[in-house]
C-alpha cells in the first residue's frame, strides 16, 4: 500500500532493480533504490530489500528535515537536470523577452565548456569559487568574472522559477570599485582604427565617435526612424528606454545621405532597401571583435596577448604557445568617451550633450567626459593667465 507518509518499496516489470515511490511537495516521485552508503542501484533480490527499505527511510527523513528548516529536499528529477540545460532555458527565456544578444552567447559558451554537463544541484559555492579562481588567474577582470557568474545565477533563478530545480547555490560577487574605465581614444587614434576597419563598418564607427550612441542602440537604427533632419530613437531600442529625437546635421547628416546609398542592395538581380541604416550584407551589425582588434592593433591603440607566456604582439595565435592570443587596448566603448569629451571641451552645455549620448544621469556622463592631465595643464594656464590680468589691475589702482 502506497501512503503519503510511508511510502514503498516495489518491483517494475522488465527491471533488474528495486524503486521506491514516496510523495514530496504534494507529488510522488519515484527513483531507483540505491545503497545508502555506496550509492550503487540495488538488485532486485530478496537480500536487497531491507536496503531498498533504508533508502526509503533515507529520503523520508530528508522530507522531514525540510519540513522542520533543515536542507532543501532534491527530488530525483532535480538530481538529473543538467547546467546545460537551465543554460538552455535561459535562452528560451532570453529571446521570448528580445534580450537574447552575441554578446550574452559568447558568456554563456564558456559556462557550457566548464560545468555544461554537470548536474546543477552537484555545482556547489565552492566548486563556482575555485572557477571564479581560475578566472583572476586568466587575468579576467573582476568585472568580466561578474558578468559570467551573473549569467549562471540568472540560469539557476529561470530553472527555479520553472520549477525544475528548488534551491541555487550561493554565487559570490567580486569587488568591481575600480571598475572606472578612463580609456579614450584621441582624433588621430579614432581615425587610425576607422581606416584599418573593413569598409562596411567605418561610418557605424564613426557615427558613436561623433554622438557617443552605444553600439547596440546604433545596431538598431532603421530607415523608418529618419524623419526628414532627424532621428527618433524609440525607447525600446535605448538602454535607459527613454526615447530621445538627434537632428541629422553635419557630418551625420553625411553619414545618413552614404548610408542611405549603400542600403540599395541586389538580391536575386532585383534592388531592394535593407531596412538598417548601418548593416554588413544586408543584415544588422553584429560582433565584429576581431576586426576591431585587428584594426586597434594595427592603429597602435591595442594588443595580442598571449594568456600563458605573456608575450605580445599583432599574431592572434601564439607562435611559442600555439593557442589563440587575447586582445588588450581600446574598446569600442570608449567612442562614447570620445564624444562626450569632445563635446564638453567644445564648451557644449552638459544638458544638451547628455541627450546626444543618451546618459540619464550628469553623475554618468561626468564619468565619461573623461579629463586629461592635458586638460588640467590648459586650466592652469589660463588660471595663470587670469591671475596675471588681476595683478597688473592690482598695481594700476595702486599707482593711482
Request: proline share 3%; glycine share 8%.
Amino acid at each position: 500500500m502506497n501512503t503519503r507518509g510511508q511510502g514503498r518499496v516495489f518491483l517494475r516489470s522488465g527491471s533488474p532493480f528495486w524503486y521506491i515511490a514516496y510523495y514530496a511537495h504534494g507529488k510522488e516521485q519515484r527513483e531507483t533504490a540505491c545503497h545508502v552508503r555506496t550509492g550503487e542501484k540495488l538488485d532486485a533480490t530478496d537480500k536487497n530489500r531491507r536496503e531498498a527499505e533504508r533508502f526509503l527511510k533515507q529520503r523520508l527523513g530528508e522530507l522531514a528535515a525540510e519540513r522542520h528548516g533543515g536542507r532543501t529536499f532534491v527530488g530525483p528529477q532535480a538530481k538529473r537536470v543538467t547546467v546545460n540545460e537551465i543554460l538552455d532555458a535561459l535562452e528560451s527565456d532570453f529571446r521570448l523577452r528580445d534580450k537574447w544578444n552575441a554578446k550574452t552567447a559568447s558568456v554563456v559558451k564558456p559556462l557550457r565548456e566548464r560545468f555544461g554537463t554537470w548536474h546543477a544541484v552537484d555545482l556547489s559555492t565552492e566548486n563556482i569559487g575555485a572557477y571564479m579562481e581560475t578566472l583572476r588567474g586568466e587575468e579576467y577582470s573582476n568585472a568580466s568574472v561578474n558578468r559570467r557568474l551573473q549569467i549562471l545565477g540568472q540560469a539557476f533563478k529561470v530553472a527555479i522559477r520553472n520549477k525544475r530545480l528548488s534551491q541555487q547555490p550561493f554565487i559570490p560577487r567580486l569587488s568591481e570599485r575600480d571598475n572606472v574605465r578612463q580609456g579614450f581614444l584621441s582624433e588621430s587614434e579614432t581615425e587610425a582604427v576607422i581606416a584599418n576597419l573593413p569598409e562596411d563598418l567605418r561610418d557605424f564607427v564613426r557615427w558613436s565617435a561623433l554622438c557617443g550612441m552605444r553600439k547596440g542602440e546604433g545596431a538598431s537604427l532603421t530607415w523608418d526612424m529618419v524623419h526628414g533632419d532627424e532621428l527618433h530613437v524609440p525607447g525600446d531600442v535605448c538602454k535607459n528606454r527613454k526615447a530621445r529625437v538627434l537632428p541629422l546635421v553635419g557630418e551625420l547628416a553625411k553619414i545618413v545621405e552614404r548610408r542611405r546609398q549603400a542600403a540599395r542592395v541586389e538580391v536575386d538581380g532585383t534592388v531592394r532597401m535593407v531596412p538598417f541604416i548601418f548593416h554588413r550584407d544586408g543584415g544588422p551589425v553584429g560582433e565584429f571583435r576581431k576586426s576591431w582588434a585587428t584594426a586597434c592593433v594595427a592603429a597602435g591603440v591595442g594588443v595580442m596577448v598571449c594568456p600563458h607566456c605573456k608575450a605580445s604582439g599583432a599574431a592572434h595565435v601564439c607562435s611559442t604557445c600555439e593557442v589563440e592570443t587575447r586582445y588588450s587596448g581600446k574598446i569600442f566603448h570608449d567612442l562614447r568617451r570620445v564624444a562626450c569629451r569632445r563635446m564638453v571641451r567644445a564648451g557644449v552645455n552638459p544638458q544638451v550633450a547628455r541627450k546626444w549620448s543618451g546618459h540619464e544621469t550628469d553623475s554618468m556622463f561626468t564619468r565619461y567626459a573623461i579629463l586629461t592631465t592635458d586638460d588640467m595643464r590648459e586650466a592652469f594656464q589660463t588660471t595663470e593667465k587670469f591671475r596675471e590680468v588681476e595683478k597688473r589691475k592690482v598695481v594700476a589702482i595702486a599707482k593711482e
